[in-house]
């Protein structure tokens, strides 16, 4: 089985302009979720789908931070203008619906903003 | 506000010893907790998990406690071996309006020495 796939696995940009990120979630997985994970700190939950809905994005800057997931499968999420405070490596999860809770993490892409 | 907090940045243990990693949290409302492993350059890893009505889980190696009274739980691992150094994330499930949300703790860096 596949894992979760997100691409770049690195970035780096200047403030002020935009980037985007991708994940395809494991096959199946109707939840998916992105985190942002500062160094030296855990993942902070940014925004939650349930297929193509969104079900929890409270802690989603939505001044500069926009996510999608269109047909319920793959997701973007962007943010624009960035700021040196957003870097951080950017974590998608996915899940089953019926799991045991657990969540599947991709690899991650790291930001830095100069 | 840190709901869920891990104290202790790093441990160092012998391999063969026993590893204990602690966590502790702050809202009486979480339902399940989990501890996620993660490498350098990896996104989480599901290790194990346990459910509030639940005290002790054990799997292999792998065994957590959960004191709910103190709202404190703790990761055992024995014995301890190399490929175990890692970074360790303690996370706690939280149901708000049918969705399922994680709350990380900040990490403890894992060390094995031979």
């Known amino acids: 089985e596949a894992g979760v796939a997100q691409s770049p696995r690195y970035k780096i940009i200047e403030k002020r302009q935009s980037v985007a990120f991708w994940c395809n979630p494991i096959s199946g997985h109707a939840t998916l979720y992105w985190y942002q994970q500062i160094l030296g700190q855990g993942p902070k939950l940014l925004i939650q789908f349930q297929n193509n809905g969104v079900v929890d994005d409270s802690q989603l800057p939505k001044d500069r931070f926009s996510a999608e997931r269109l047909k319920g499968v793959d997701s973007t999420l962007k943010i624009q203008p960035a700021k040196l405070e957003d870097s951080a490596v950017y974590l998608c999860?996915?899940?089953?619906?019926?799991?045991?809770?657990?969540?599947?993490f991709g690899p991650g892409t790291r930001l830095t903003v100069t | 506000d840190q709901q869920v907090k891990q104290n202790s940045p790093s441990l160092s243990v012998q391999e063969g010893r026993i590893s204990i990693l602690n966590c502790d949290y702050t809202n009486s409302m979480f339902d399940y907790f989990l501890w996620y492993k993660k490498y350098p350059a990896e996104g989480p890893t599901f290790l194990i998990s346990i459910s509030s009505i639940k005290d002790k889980n054990e799997d292999g190696r792998f065994t957590v406690f959960l004191n709910k009274s103190a709202k404190h739980l703790s990761l055992h691992i024995v014995p301890s071996q190399p490929g175990d150094s890692a970074v360790y994330f303690c996370a706690a499930r939280e149901r708000i309006q049918g969705a399922q949300k994680l709350v990380f703790g900040q990490g403890t860096r894992l060390t094995i020495n031979p």
């Open positions: 999860a996915s899940s089953a619906r019926d799991s045991r809770y657990e969540q599947y």
